[in-house]
T-cell receptor
Framework: GESVGLHLPTLSVQEGDNSIINCAYS??????FIWYKQESGKGPQFIID?????DKRQGQRVTVLLNKTVKHLSLQIAATQPGDSAVYFC????????????FGTGTSLTVIP | DSGVTQTPKHLITATGQRVTLRCSPR?????VYWYQQSLDQGLQFLIQ???????AKGNILERFSAQQFPDLHSELNLSSLELGDSALYFC??????????????FGSGTQLSVL
């Protein structure tokens, strides 16, 4: 049969604008979440994490928001730069997963200079 | 640089063959995780070792096996390779045994191509 690759959601933003990347996670029992950035040819790189007892956490130019009611996670990048172009993954983990993180399919962010 | 080292970066082999992928975790990390990233499956957890012992198992095929050595480096062995095994294989490490408390740091991966 035909091989179909993952159809990544894509987001294009102008340099300097803010970016918002969304993720719907799967398990209401998830208690730890991480956003990873993956550039072409590289491994996933940790950006920011948040635990389920929080609904917002800020880092340098990044903010993660967690809405447990609708099982939604978002990553906000302020003043997006060309170096932010990458695929962004959210990962969830909960006690009882056997220590594995479940990764979303990713969103491809392109920053237009 | 995450501090996790994977070798080789690229591997090209034929169907039916066996290969070994190697990973050195960050200094001080006791857990090693193996993930497979393919075009149609995304990032899939394969297996975790903690301080030499298997800790958790994910979607790892019986043709695949792993081990962690006393110096904490880990090897992932893939045998009877099939075309569908072509993928990026990542190793990640963390300090302890429970990933619910810790972030994972990933290596740069090994790109396996089975022809």
């Amino acid at each position: 049969g035909e091989s179909v690759g993952l159809h990544l959601p894509t987001l294009s933003v102008q340099e300097g604008d803010n970016s918002i990347i969304n993720c719907a996670y799967s398990n209401s029992a998830s208690d730890y979440f991480i956003w990873y950035k993956q550039e072409s040819g590289k491994g996933p790189q940790f950006i920011i994490d948040i635990r389920s007892n929080m609904d917002k956490r800020q880092g340098q130019r990044v903010t993660v928001l967690l809405n447990k009611t609708v099982k939604h996670l978002s990553l906000q990048i302020a003043a997006t730069q060309p170096g932010d172009s990458a695929v962004y993954f959210c990962a969830e983990n909960w006690e009882g997963t056997g220590n594995q993180f479940y990764f979303g399919t990713g969103t491809s962010l392109t920053v237009i200079p | 640089d995450s501090g996790v080292t994977q070798t080789p970066k690229h591997l090209i082999t034929a169907t039916g063959q066996r290969v070994t992928l190697r990973c050195s975790p960050r200094s001080g990390d006791l857990s090693v995780y193996w993930y497979q990233q393919s075009l149609d499956q995304g990032l899939q957890f394969l297996i975790q070792y903690y301080n030499g012992e298997e800790r958790a198992k994910g979607n790892i095929l019986e043709r695949f096996s792993a081990q962690q050595f006393p110096d904490l480096h880990s090897e992932l062995n893939l045998s009877s390779l099939e075309l569908g095994d072509s993928a990026l294989y990542f190793c990640a490490s963390s300090p302890g045994a429970y990933s619910t408390n810790e972030k994972l740091f990933f290596g740069s991966g090994t790109q396996l191509s089975v022809l």
